[in-house]
């Protein structure tokens, strides 16, 4: 039975099932990738509850796991080497998990650094950008009586979905007839802005036609739908 006792983080959310990989998240935009990934691949996880909202990803143990502070982060008992392997950055862990497994990377050289790129579209653009107009809209941000910070990220927003529209011409997902890790890095995203964040509006997401179909795609994928729930919030 692996042993996770050298993780400070295995002391505040301890493993019912040390053998399996442990998922540290929330189901946010960000949490909800490594999920999804892992409800689309079969690999056995246990998956903690990280309450973001009670500050618990800046508890000692947590930071020990990821200095940054930030959900999600997991445990591998079974890394590289026959050895644990802790990771945090939710587009690393999604490469380190179709790596791991085979699937939803391509093989191919060429189609798989252009996959990879996609994902880190998602990290640059999509998730700061995305991010800042739920901020400036639905949260604090808000009441800020100057609106121009909202409308910069507004703008770049309804930017980004044309180029996400414009890359889906002809294609069902972002690689073409092959559904990847750059379409589940993205589908949180997309669906928080329209939805919990409720600026569909703000950024004419109606006037596109290719991302709402693509994101309807991929809510009807069941494993996106358990992902979507995990962790459950208590």
Aim: no cysteine.
């Amino acid at each position: 039975m692996p042993d996770l006792s050298a993780f400070p983080i295995a002391t505040r959310w301890p493993a019912a099932h040390p053998d399996r990989l442990q998922l540290y998240s929330l189901p946010t935009p960000n949490g909800v990738k490594v999920s999804i990934m892992l409800e689309e691949i079969g690999l056995p996880y246990e998956p903690h509850l990280v309450d973001i909202g009670k500050n618990e990803s800046w508890t000692p143990e947590f930071l020990a796991l990821n200095p940054n502070g930030k959900i999600p982060a997991i445990i591998d008992p079974d890394g590289p080497g026959d050895k644990p392997l802790a990771l945090f950055e939710s587009g690393a862990i999604l490469i380190y998990l179709a790596e791991k497994t085979g699937k939803l990377l391509p093989d191919d050289a060429a189609r798989r650094y252009e996959t990879i790129q996609w994902v880190f579209f998602q990290m640059a653009a999509v998730g700061p950008m995305f991010g800042q107009v739920g901020f400036f809209h639905k949260f604090a941000g808000r009441d800020y009586a100057d609106k121009r910070p909202l409308e910069r990220y507004v703008n770049e927003s309804k930017r980004l979905l044309g180029v996400l529209e414009t890359r889906l011409e002809g294609r069902q997902w972002i690689m073409g007839d092959d559904y990847t890790i750059a379409d589940i890095s993205m589908l949180g995203w997309v669906r928080n802005l329209v939805g919990f964040y409720g600026a569909g509006e703000l950024v004419a997401y109606d006037s596109f036609k290719r991302v709402p179909a693509w994101l309807d795609r991929g809510l009807a994928r069941p494993a996106v739908q358990r992902g979507l729930d995990s962790p459950k919030r208590g």
